[in-house]
């Protein structure tokens, strides 16, 4: 009998597995992928290194990087560039820069006089009383805290880059917990940022918080975990059945057509919300897990192209922009990918990542490429002044990308931790549970390993 059988060879498997190995417990991760690290993937393609899932780790927590040390990895760190501190979201057709502080604020030209006011004003306002925020939308907590410019010109394109959803369907609890917490704890979004920046400034909290990628792209970290987890990684493994006794969790998959099984004391479950209802569990988990509300997965194209820099009119001085559903233009956003991290494009070329559908242009989910390349370029000679066509591009689309916490996470979440209660050896991780970003898939394989002491 084993410890534990993960189910999902993305970033949260596969470090689940690996910090079990690492207290030298018997474990087995089964992935139906031939690939390691789900949406992790990093082509190098005509001198061309495109992600075509996420762009960026968050050291968010000092763990992260302690692991990055331990997997030998810190020699192969790719550091953001210091020419892409700017960030940029388009309003009236023009890149403007995101002010980084107050003065910057005044003069800014991001905001109108009264969205700079409704600013100022944001410390006098009264938080929401009992439990009503819990269930409280991004758009309802930011129209009421904030304004309507500031939703429109701020949060709605943040929430376009990092959900490529909704903030009238996202609840701002689940979605954005650190926004819910600094209203909770401190009555105000600026007062409890100017605390937890005297804690920072202090040394009482460390503020390591970096972003970060590797030399030869992200899909370095998954590779690297894979290769420490050696023949106790299952690629290619689509599971068959799950069934449980007194004991434990019998897990059986199919490789190559040949059916293996497993026995464990634990289950973990670290795949989508949308594959656990696919998996063949036993009744009644089964039942139960039928009555489970479905989340939402939008379809997002993310287009990498290249250009050359005598094409482009903008420095692209900046990590990139973030669209308003307001502007004039269909694509999301655009990160500066060769400006972000050096050597990522031939010397004389440029690569830009362009981010496209969503919960805003659902229509686009069939689009082909040359429809999507056309509404690129037409939108990046607006926004940018990039003209001619481009030297290279690649699409990658993701039909079931990134889970909306909306009204029905809350309901999925209550669901799942129904079936931890009920049956103690069973633990659900990853981003349909934890949060949407690779540091917090993390953290969350961090969590169930915790569990086994």
């Known amino acids: 009998m084993q410890d534990a059988i993960i189910i999902g060879g993305g970033i949260t498997g596969l ?6 190995q690492q207290k030298g417990l018997e474990i087995s991760v089964v992935e139906k992928s031939l690939r390691p690290g789900g949406p992790i993937q990093s082509v190098n393609h005509n001198g061309y290194l495109i992600e075509k899932g996420p762009n960026s780790l968050l050291v968010s927590d000092p763990w992260i990087d302690s692991l990055i040390q331990e997997l030998g990895l810190r020699d192969d760190i790719s550091k953001v560039s210091p020419d892409a501190k700017k960030r940029y979201i388009a309003r009236n057709g023009k890149p403007v820069s995101v002010p980084s502080g107050p003065f910057e604020l005044i003069g800014s030209p991001l905001f109108s006089f009264r969205g700079k006011l409704s600013l100022l004003a944001e410390p006098f306002k009264k938080p929401l009383s009992g439990d009503k925020s819990n269930f409280e939308t991004v758009s309802e907590f930011v129209k ?45 979004l600026l007062k409890g940022m100017r605390s937890k920046r005297k804690d920072h400034s202090s040394g009482s909290i460390p503020n390591r918080s970096q972003s970060l990628n590797f030399n030869e792209g992200l899909h370095t970290l998954p590779k690297a975990i894979a290769k420490k987890l050696g023949n106790r990684l299952w690629l290619g493994s689509q599971g068959v059945a799950i069934n449980r006794n007194d004991r434990g969790w019998q897990v059986t998959w199919k490789r190559e057509g040949e059916n293996f099984e497993g026995f464990a004391k634990r289950l973990f479950v670290c795949i989508p919300s949308k594959d656990v209802r696919k998996l063949a569990w036993p009744y009644p988990i089964s039942d139960w897990i039928s009555g489970c509300p ?8 993310s287009l990498t192209l290249g250009y ?8 692209l001085d900046g990590f990139g922009i973030l669209v308003p559903k307001r502007e004039p233009a269909t694509i999301l956003g655009a990160i500066f990918n060769s400006s972000v991290y050096p050597e990522r494009a031939p010397e004389d070329q440029r690569l830009i990542t362009v981010m496209l559908g969503g919960r805003r242009d659902p229509q686009l989910a069939d689009s082909d490429e040359e429809e999507l390349v056309d ?5 990046l000679k607006y926004l940018l002044g990039i003209t001619g066509a481009p030297s290279f591009q690649y699409l990658t689309t993701w039909k079931q990308a990134i889970p909306q916490y909306t009204s029905a996470f809350v309901q999925w979440k209550s669901c799942i931790q129904t079936l931890e209660t009920d049956y103690p050896g069973l633990r659900f991780g990853g981003n349909s549970v934890d949060g949407i970003a ?5 953290l969350s394989a961090k ?3 915790e569990i086994i002491d």
């Open 375 to 379: 509404i690129a370029r037409s939108d």
């Open 15 to 20: 470090t689940t597995g690996y910090l079990l």
């Open 294 to 301: 479905e989340l939402p997965y939008p379809t997002v194209h």
């Open 144 to 188: 009421r805290r904030l304004g309507q410019e500031i939703l429109d010109y701020a949060v709605d394109p943040f929430v376009g880059g990092i959900y490529a959803g909704d903030p009238d369907e996202l609840i701002l609890k689940d979605a954005f917990p650190i926004l819910w917490e600094l209203e909770r704890n401190h009555g105000s």
């Open 308 to 315: 050359r820099r005598e094409q482009i009119q903008h420095p």
């Open 447 to 449: 969590r169930l390993s």
């Open 438 to 442: 690779l540091s917090s898939s993390l």
